[in-house]
């Protein structure tokens, strides 16, 4: 056998950033050192939502998810002694991605680099903002013009930069089925094309170069066969779309470019050494095929859905990564599915029903306009919905969750508190501190920033305007300006966008048939409102903090809404006061919070003293999300009537619970269920 030349490995990250810039900065230099080829920037929710870390909604977020970056001081902290023009950065940041490159070029350009030389990704992909993950700043239309004015200014400035990276992966978390995934996320590219396009901002001639930079980022389910179809699947349409719309000719300008997150939606609190098989599983569907293989792998920790992995758990992910492109010989091969049949089938089945949608979202007026009439949510919600159906009925098995259950104690979790990484809440009062240090001395030594003031009147002139917002942005690095300042000149003019939810126009997706566990809680609902002499129970769900992770809070006002309940849901971003004020004024009979980004011990117990002064102790708060178990017991203590995690899958079990805790709650007689 001739010896061939072996493919070179994928790019292997690790997405990560915590607490403060000096102790990310440790973390990547240390990943970088155990063999990591790439950076994934994680940022924090005030800085990917474009508030400062002193705002009241930064309150309990800030360095938890992410790294807080709120000025170039922090960047320059973030990247000390990583040479940046020898780095491929990934930066996941949507609707402050212009700032955060601006920051990003201005400490390049300090360290002595040629930025055209500079290699990285920001995700800037806004529409699945909208959809899933809640950063959103600005309304569709302004992001729109962000991001086309950074794909103008990078193809320009910064050639081997990919200024967007258009997510299917938050929208598979989001219940997403393959079809919906390549059609959403394609539709998304149509319009960021479109736009730049039409701007003026790019001559028809460097189109090639705009297609060649877009990147996407996609998500690998456990169903690893139809998830490597999908990934050949997005390569087809792709090629087709570019050359028949875009006039692409050049097929290295139109190869599909994707980097990929396997599926943090299918990883389980319970037995959670599961996750390890499955995580290795969807990393095979984006590189077992050589022709549809992923140019960047992360992988995420087995104890992601327990917290916030540490260091050891994220080299266990790359370890993973490395000893299949190391130790195995699947980089000595052609593409090993081509000539199959099945595989063939299903990726021609997939293409024409991607295509299929594609065509009913422009007939709407395309992505933009698909979300602003909350048809693309309502239809992420929808199948989200039949998804935790199926898994509630059995139908979908989930190992350890419903099937499988019984289990020897596991050694990994034994010590929970010494399992998951944990973000020292004192953090929070050192970063506001040296951010208020930042804000007053800017403008003496060493730094000598001219006043900001001034950049920042330029920047809202520029966005009053059609000038590309580039320029003024990086001038508003140099002077120092922070996150929020920025982003809050731009809702000045521009102003903010509150995200259709999705719930109301969302189908029923458990049946109540007689007998059935729905149509007994119905049952508790009615009998209880009639008890207490009201024609409806009242729910809110509450989204408190700048956690956008809304999908559980969607999923359980639907069930609620089905089981009979008058649901109270405005969506993400809210603070404390703002819910509390809410639950008083729809005089509720109970709240629920939903928090995934770990600010629960800060703001539940906020709501909870709020209502307390209210004098409304008879309505019970219930709370859900990524909650240690350590918390859970301080929250219960705290007042909280229950407390639901992950592992509880069957929702329709936790509205019946919730029922249950308003007749507590209103001294009402325990409800007998029939057999």
């Known amino acids: 056998m001739t010896e061939r030349q072996k493919d070179r490995p994928w790019l292997m990250r690790t997405y990560a950033g915590h607490s403060t810039a000096e102790a990310s900065n440790e973390l990547y230099r240390r990943n970088l050192a155990k063999g990591q080829t790439g950076l994934s920037v994680a940022f924090d929710l005030p800085t990917q939502t474009g508030y400062d870390s002193d705002h009241v909604l930064a309150r309990g977020e800030v360095g938890r998810v992410g790294v807080p970056v709120a000025h170039l001081g922090d960047m320059r902290r973030l990247f000390q002694d990583i040479p940046l023009e020898q780095m491929n950065t990934s930066m996941t940041i949507n609707a402050t991605a212009m700032w955060l490159l601006a920051l ?14 500079l290699q990285g990704t920001t995700q800037n992909d806004i529409v699945k903002e909208y959809l899933s993950r809640g950063t959103h700043v600005f309304p569709p239309g302004p992001s729109l013009r962000l991001t086309t004015d950074m794909i103008a200014y990078t193809v320009s400035h910064i050639p081997r930069w990919n200024p ?5 992966y938050h929208l598979q978390e989001a219940g997403a089925t393959p ?5 959403y996320a394609m539709s998304t590219a149509i319009a960021v094309l479109d736009a730049v396009r039409d701007s003026g901002q790019v001559p028809q001639e460097r189109m090639g170069d705009v297609v060649g930079r877009i990147s996407f980022f996609v998500n690998a389910g456990v169903r690893f066969i139809e998830e490597m179809c999908k990934m050949r699947a997005f390569g087809r349409i792709w090629d087709t779309l570019t050359r028949e719309r875009y006039g692409i000719e050049n097929p290295k300008h139109r190869r599909f470019r994707y980097g990929v997150q396997v599926n943090s939606l299918g990883l389980t609190e319970a037995q959670p050494e599961n996750n390890v098989q499955r995580i290795v599983l969807e990393m095979l569907a984006v590189t077992l095929s050589k022709d549809a293989r992923a140019r960047a792998v992360q992988l995420p920790a087995w104890n992601e859905a327990l917290g916030l992995p540490r260091p050891w758990d994220q080299q266990w992910s790359l370890r993973i990564q490395q000893v299949l492109a190391y130790e195995s010989d699947l980089l000595e091969y052609e593409d090993i599915f081509e000539g199959s049949k099945v595989i063939e089938a299903k990726v021609e089945e997939l293409v024409a029903e991607a295509t299929a949608e594609i065509g009913r ?4 007026g395309g992505a933009m306009a698909a979300v602003e009439s909350g048809y693309l949510k309502s239809q992420l919600v929808s199948s989200h919905a039949e998804r935790r159906a199926r898994i509630e009925s059995g139908e979908e098995k989930i190992i350890g969750v419903n099937a499988f259950e019984s289990t020897e104690p596991n050694p990994l979790t034994a ?3 010494t399992a998951i990484q944990t973000v020292d809440p004192a953090v929070e009062a050192r970063v506001i501190a040296s951010l208020q240090h930042w804000r007053d001395t800017r403008y003496q030594p060493p730094f000598n920033h001219p006043r900001p003031c001034k950049a920042l009147e330029k920047l809202k002139e520029a966005a009053r305007g059609t000038d590309n917002l580039m ?7 140099r002077a120092g300006v922070t996150t929020g300042e920025w982003a809050g000149a731009l809702r000045e003019v521009f102003g903010e966008f509150r995200a259709p939810t999705g719930v109301s126009s969302a189908p029923v997706a458990v049946p109540a048939e007689e007998g059935s566990a729905l149509s007994e809680v119905r049952r508790k609902v009615e009998l209880t409102a009639k008890d207490l002499g009201v024609g409806k129970l009242r729910f ?3 989204k408190p903090g700048l956690d956008g992770h809304s999908n559980g809070a969607e999923q359980i006002a639907v069930r609620a809404r089905d089981a009979g309940f008058e649901v109270v849901y405005q969506g993400i971003r809210l603070t404390p006061e703002q819910i509390v004020d ?3 004024a729809e005089d509720v009979h109970a709240v629920g919070l939903s928090i995934l980004s770990g600010s629960h011990a800060q703001l539940v117990p906020d709501v909870l003293e709020r209502l307390r002064v209210a004098g409304a102790t008879d309505i019970p708060v219930i709370a859900g999300g990524i909650i240690p178990s350590g918390d859970a017991e301080q929250l219960r203590a705290a007042g909280v009537a229950a407390v639901f995690t992950p592992k509880d899958f069957d929702i329709t079990g936790i509205i019946g619970r919730i029922v249950d805790e308003i007749r507590t709650a209103n001294k009402l007689d325990p409800l007998e269920v029939l057999a």
């Open 104 to 117: 990003y070029q201005v400490v390049a350009e300090e360290q002595g680099a040629d930025i055209t030389r």
């Open 164 to 168: 967007i990276n258009i997510c299917s």
């Open 179 to 183: 079809v919906q995934e390549i059609a």
């Open 361 to 364: 979202i422009q007939e709407m």
């Open 415 to 417: 010590d929970l508190d």
């Open 471 to 477: 320029e003024a942005t990086l001038e508003c690095a």
């Open 540 to 542: 809110l769900v509450g």
């Open 582 to 584: 809410a639950a008083l």
